[in-house]
C-alpha cells in the first residue's frame, strides 16, 4: 500500500491550499485518513481526521479555516486549507488505516509528506 501526497506549495498568508493524498496497492477498503503535520522545531501533530463514514474530527488550531473530505471511489483524501497562517508552515503528511484482506487486522501507513509554507 503507497500513500501519495501533492499540492504542498509557497502562499502568502490569508492564501489557500488543497492538499491530496492518494492511496493505491492491494487492499480492501480504507477505514480511517488523516492530515498531520510537523513543523521545524515541533513533533507531528493531528490536523484531521476522516472516517469511511464521513465523521470528522479537527485540531482546534485549524478548525473553520480546514476541511477534510475524502473519495472513496478514488481512495484519496483531500485537505483544503483556507486563510493560511505562518504557523501554519510545516511538512503535510497523510495517514490511512487500511484493511488489506478478509481477517480483522488493520494497518498503518504514511505518506511521503508535501511541504507547505505560509508567507507572512
Known amino acids: 500500500v503507497q500513500l501519495q501526497a501533492s499540492g504542498g506549495g509557497l502562499v502568502q498568508a490569508g492564501g489557500s491550499l488543497r492538499l491530496s493524498c492518494a492511496g493505491s496497492?492491494?487492499?480492501?477498503?480504507?477505514?480511517?485518513m488523516g492530515w498531520y503535520r510537523q513543523g521545524p522545531l515541533n513533533e507531528r501533530e493531528l490536523v484531521a481526521t476522516?472516517?469511511?463514514?464521513?465523521?470528522?474530527n479537527y485540531a482546534n488550531s485549524v478548525k473553520g479555516r480546514f476541511t477534510i473530505s475524502r473519495d472513496n471511489a478514488r481512495n484519496t483524501v483531500y485537505l483544503q486549507m483556507n486563510s493560511l497562517k505562518p504557523e501554519d508552515t510545516a511538512v503535510y503528511y497523510c495517514?490511512?488505516?487500511?484493511?488489506?484482506?478478509?481477517?480483522?487486522?488493520?494497518?498503518?501507513?504514511w505518506g511521503q509528506g508535501t511541504e507547505v509554507t505560509v508567507s507572512s
Open positions: 495517514k490511512a488505516i487500511v484493511r488489506r484482506d478478509a481477517s480483522a487486522a488493520l494497518y498503518q501507513y
Open positions: 496497492g492491494r487492499f480492501l477498503s480504507i477505514n480511517h
Open positions: 476522516i472516517e469511511a463514514s464521513g465523521a470528522t
